[in-house]
């Protein structure tokens, strides 16, 4: 279920198929293999990396983001907010709403606020529906979320503890939902861990490539 799926640290993860996709590319080795797409979730630093776009992009790359993201760019890349679904080199992608409901900055302020338009992304390759919950809270929207492959953050601080994740994954529907947003910024292996054992989907904790 996972093949051609790997964990590049934090949020990252690159996608090979009939298309390389990449989703928020940060702290990439050199050498890697070029873009057909690359999809960023929000503008934080720790998912947008204009140094890493450059690099994995090539004549025909299209970068895909939310306004936050794309009125930082240059060329022709594609703007999506949360609701927005648009066809990408065949590759359809729609965006989800990524939002926090109780992670706060000491000034009382959400670390993603839903007004700020951040996204997840759910792509359709090769016949595989795969979810990038980006940086989130267990939302309402998740409810609606129905795909073969899930990637849901579980290391807290920013986005949701895995005890949050667990929850999540009581109303989502996915054949297989990996853990990710640890090991880096925030979160151990242990949360990723604690998620395993407790969610009702299969889980598959991907070891990290770089």
Same mark, same amino acid.
């Given at each position: 279920?996972?093949? =051609?799926?790997?964990?590049? =640290?934090? !949020?990252?993860?690159?996608?090979?198929? @009939?298309?390389?996709?990449?989703? !928020? #590319?940060?702290?990439?080795?050199?050498?890697?293999?070029?873009?057909?797409?690359?999809? +960023?979730?929000?503008? &934080? &630093?720790? &998912?947008?990396?204009?140094?890493?776009?450059?690099?994995? @992009?090539?004549?025909?790359?299209?970068?895909?983001?939310?306004?936050?993201?794309?009125?930082?760019?240059?060329?022709?890349? $594609? *703007?999506? @907010? #949360? =609701? !927005? @679904?648009?066809?990408?080199?065949?590759?359809?992608?729609?965006?989800? #709403?990524?939002?926090?409901?109780?992670?706060?900055?000491?000034?009382?302020?959400?670390?993603?606020?839903?007004? /700020?338009?951040?996204?997840?992304?759910?792509? *359709?390759?090769?016949?595989?529906?795969?979810?990038?919950?980006?940086?989130?809270?267990?939302?309402?929207?998740?409810?609606?979320?129905? $795909?073969?492959?899930?990637?849901?953050?579980?290391?807290? *601080?920013?986005?949701?503890? /895995?005890?949050?994740? +667990?929850?999540?994954?009581? +109303?989502?529907?996915?054949?297989?939902?990996?853990?990710? &947003?640890?090991?880096?910024?925030?979160?151990? #292996?242990?949360?990723?861990?604690?998620?395993?054992?407790?969610?009702?989907?299969?889980?598959? +904790?991907?070891?990290?490539?770089?």
């Amino acid at each position: 279920m996972v093949d =051609g799926i790997e964990w590049l =640290g934090h !949020d990252s993860f690159r996608i090979t198929g @009939s298309k390389t996709i990449y989703i !928020d #590319p940060w702290k990439l080795r050199p050498g890697q293999p070029k873009a057909d797409i690359i999809l +960023v979730t929000h503008d &934080h &630093h720790d &998912h947008f990396d204009k140094k890493d776009i450059e690099a994995l @992009s090539g004549p025909g790359t299209v970068v895909v983001g939310p306004p936050a993201v794309t009125s930082q760019l240059g060329g022709s890349p $594609v *703007t999506m @907010s #949360p =609701g !927005d @679904s648009t066809e990408v080199q065949g590759v359809p992608i729609s965006a989800v #709403p990524a939002y926090n409901t109780t992670k706060r900055k000491a000034d009382g302020s959400f670390f993603h606020p839903p007004e /700020a338009g951040y996204v997840g992304y759910v792509i *359709t390759l090769d016949g595989r529906r795969i979810y990038h919950a980006g940086d989130t809270d267990n939302i309402p929207e998740l409810s609606e979320i129905d $795909v073969d492959v899930a990637l849901i953050p579980v290391s807290g *601080t920013y986005v949701m503890t /895995a005890d949050e994740a +667990v929850q999540a994954c009581e +109303v989502l529907t996915a054949g297989v939902v990996v853990p990710m &947003h640890y090991g880096d910024v925030a979160g151990t #292996p242990a949360d990723a861990e604690e998620f395993r054992r407790r969610c009702r989907h299969p889980v598959e +904790v991907l070891q990290l490539t770089r």
